[in-house]
């Protein structure tokens, strides 16, 4: 059944793509088909297969600043890499375990489906028909982002209803652009979109003044927004026009998989609320506190029951640190972005990160 | 028959048709020019007389200066170049591991070793070190040393590289006069010393194993075309024959796979080769992508060569064959000995054409998330510390993929003036 499914899919995908050349399409056609192609056998887990391999194949981007780049080193890093080196370092023990694979955002929920890959970890926004339709599983939100307006300071724009005649930029074929019609058209405006297909162009564009605003995910507008000829000089506007959860991605129907991948991130910030660190991971694990002992496998057996060592967090906070030292490393502080945390603080500080109880 | 390095072609008798030998129709001489032909005289007569010629010329000029003035000005004043040098090791192989590097420098010596003896060979009869061959190793020195890149272990090795290509040249020269099959040696030292390189590469027999998911940048650029173009070539000759065929069957295959590849765009291929055929496999079987990829830019480019052959095969006359076929050969020498030499000589330029865009088809690869040249740009690009520093890498980039394009339209220029026995 699972192969002629996956045949028929695959002709329906051949045909689209030899009918139109250009492949943003297509990719609507896999993520329906996906969900049909991919009846996993209960019995063999990704779990096991990732084990036996000694790998964990991590489908990343490679090109979204902050997230995932190759660094001078000639090394992947970012956000979404340091989640594939956490799950890498859950189940192998090696945070360095781990074959990045660049997916398109057309071609990695196939990719996914195909068994190429075996978890994403690449900006992808957390909906309703991914989730079901597309058969996906998403583990917890990593970062939350919204969609944003970047406009010059001295423009006298002030909210979306401003740009009446004005002209917005924006990247082509993303949700990025369907939000902006939307939401121009609630407010009643009709600015001229001028829709690129790359992102670098897109920006040259905003910054020689080609546009009157430029529209992407916030963490993008102030990531770019330092590369501008006078980056002072342009603000963000208050608004978000859409929300964007962002988070690692797993197959349907492989819970022992998509469980590791889940508790592995919100073991991430469960450490940062417990105030585990990289640098304290060793001390913390003779803890007299029981929940952190718990936490690292000092007491219990919680590693055990999704099939991991107990000590499986000890490997992962020691190998890329709690949430907030992976945010503050590739986003905030210590980065070239400076971004505020915003809405990524613990819930004990008003954010939206929350981990349930390890226990 | 010279023999001469060659990289994609078989050695050919080149002296077929001793019977249309060379007429230069003679014509009364011509009064002698009226000025003399100095670069001022051809100026002043082409570019500014009359008066409208003058204006034609003061305007485009100007533009043009203007163009080349705000180009400069950028290059030498607003650009910011420290992404190429820091960046240097990953466009030139991705994330191939640095304890590593060494082979890959190795196999650029064995390279610049081959094509020094090569040069030699070919230029045995000629002075080596001519003017414009000194004043190009001395254009390439100089750049080397204005170029800001790591004395170690960059400049330190390319100048020697360039050593050893002048001095191999030279040793080339010295044995080619001794040894006069020397050519043929080197010729299958060329398609012997691919195996090597694979090793050097990829590694295992005694070397790290180095897997495909880490090579990238040029390495894998030039690895996938010269792996395809070289796989292609004789596929593609093979369906042009077939395509002629009388065998019924041979040719309604032929036929049909040149016909359904040509209407496939190159991408959907990709695709179909990235992402659709895991779908098919059983769990566990996933074919290098890598070889994949060479996969399909091979079937792809073999269908478009096929068509290029064929056209030359239909432009050998008839009588070629009956005259081979007169003098006792068979068919399949008939095609080897007289029709395939005639019919691919006379369709190298649209052959190497073929080549150098499959050499450029490399890049669509990138969108299937091979990191190639193309592909490792974007990542280098969204490196924080090098955001919006796309003019400076796709230029480079670009002036990469020109080098080496026309390298290969150099190459295919030597190898058409070589073979050209004709009138």
């Known amino acids: 059944m699972r192969k002629w499914n996956s045949l028929f899919l695959s002709l329906l995908l051949m045909g689209s793509l030899a009918a139109c050349a250009t492949p943003p399409e297509p990719a609507a056609d896999g993520e329906e088909g996906g969900a049909e192609g991919t009846e996993s056998v209960a019995s063999s887990s990704r779990l096991d297969t990732v084990k036996e391999r000694g790998t964990l194949i991590c489908g990343v981007d490679g090109g979204i600043p902050g997230f995932s780049f190759v660094d001078e080193a000639g090394d992947y890093s970012g956000l979404d890499v340091d989640i594939c080196k956490a799950v890498a370092a859950a189940v192998l023990g090696d945070p360095e375990a781990v074959e990045y694979r660049r997916l398109d955002s057309t071609e990695r929920f196939t990719a996914l489906a195909g068994g190429e890959v075996d978890m994403l970890s690449r900006n992808t926004t957390w909906t309703i028909s991914r989730d079901t339709s597309v058969g996906l599983e998403f583990a917890p939100t990593t970062f939350y982002d919204g969609q944003g307006m970047m406009v010059r300071a001295d423009s006298g724009i002030e909210s979306l209803e401003d740009f009446d005649g004005r002209s917005v930029c924006v990247e082509a074929g993303t949700t990025t652009e369907l939000n902006l019609t939307d939401k121009m058209r609630k407010a009643g405006v009709d600015p001229e979109v001028k829709t690129f297909q790359q992102a670098d162009p897109a920006y040259a564009a905003y910054d020689d003044e080609l546009c009157d605003g430029f529209t992407s995910d916030k963490s993008q507008l102030i990531a770019r927004r330092t590369t501008l000829s006078n980056p002072e000089d342009h603000v963000l506007l208050d608004v978000t026009m859409s929300k964007e959860p962002l988070g690692p991605v797993t197959i349907n129907n492989d819970s022992t998989w998509f469980d590791v991948v889940k508790w592995v991130t919100f073991g991430l910030i469960e450490a940062e609320e417990f105030g585990i660190t990289s640098e304290n991971v060793e001390e913390m694990a003779n803890s007299e506190d029981p929940n952190i002992s718990r936490f690292l496998g000092g007491e219990g057996d919680l590693g055990e029951g999704i099939g991991l060592d107990n000590d499986f967090m000890v490997n992962v906070i020691s190998a890329v640190g709690n949430y907030g030292e992976v945010y503050e490393r590739n986003l905030g502080s210590e980065s070239q972005f400076n971004l505020e945390r915003g809405l990524n603080t613990l819930w004990t500080e008003g954010g939206l990160l929350y981990a349930p109880p390890f226990r | ?423």
């Open chain 2, 1 to 423: 028959m010279n023999p001469h390095p060659s990289f994609f072609f078989v050695v050919y008798p080149t002296d077929l048709n001793p019977n249309m030998t060379a007429h230069t129709p003679t014509s009364p001489a011509l009064p002698p020019p009226d000025v003399r032909p100095t670069p001022a005289n051809w100026v002043k007569q082409n570019l500014l007389t009359p008066w409208y010629n003058a204006a034609i010329t003061v305007i485009v000029g100007g533009g043009f200066l203007w163009l080349a003035y705000g180009f400069l000005l950028w290059v030498f004043t607003q650009a910011q170049w420290q992404v190429i040098p820091a960046n240097l090791a990953i466009f030139t192989a991705g994330r191939y591991p640095d304890e590593s590097y060494w082979r890959l420098w190795v196999a650029v010596g064995i390279i610049v070793t081959l094509a020094g003896i090569s040069w030699g060979v070919v230029a045995r009869n000629v002075t080596l070190f001519s003017r414009n061959v000194l004043i190009g190793l001395g254009v390439a020195a100089v750049i080397c040393f204005i170029l800001p890149i790591p004395v170690v272990p960059w400049r330190s090795l390319v100048v020697f590289m360039l050593v050893l290509l002048a001095a191999t040249a030279w040793i080339g020269q010295q044995l080619g006069k001794k040894v006069p099959k020397l050519g043929q040696y080197t010729t299958f030292a060329w398609l012997g010393s691919f195996f090597v390189y694979l090793w050097l590469i990829s590694g295992n027999l005694g070397l790290e194993p180095v897997k495909t998911n880490e090579w990238g940048g040029v390495v894998l650029t030039v690895f996938m075309a010269v792996v395809s173009i070289a796989i292609c070539f004789p596929f593609g000759v093979t369906l042009a024959l077939g395509r002629q065929s009388d065998l019924p069957v041979v040719r309604l295959f032929s036929v049909l796979y040149i016909e359904i590849v040509r209407g496939i765009p190159l991408i959907a291929i990709l695709f179909m080769g990235q992402v659709i055929i895991p779908l098919f496999l059983p769990e566990g079987m996933r074919p290098d992508r890598v070889l994949r990829a060479i996969v399909g830019l091979t079937l792809f480019s073999s269908a478009y060569l096929a068509e290029n052959v064929r056209g030359g095969l239909q432009s050998i006359p008839k009588g070629q064959e009956e005259a081979a076929k007169a003098l006792g050969l068979n068919s399949p020498l008939t095609v080897s000995l007289i029709v395939l030499p005639q019919a691919v000589k006379a369709v190298i330029p649209a052959v190497v054409g073929q080549f150098i865009s499959l050499f450029q088809d490399t890049t669509l690869l990138s969108i299937v998330g091979l990191e190639e040249l193309l592909g490792m740009s974007r990542s280098i690009l969204a490196n924080p510390s090098f955001i919006g520093r796309y003019s400076e890498v796709y230029l480079f980039v670009g002036l990469l993929y020109w080098i080496f394009c026309y390298a290969m339209s150099l190459g295919s220029r030597y190898v058409e003036k070589k073979l050209n026995t004709g009138h």
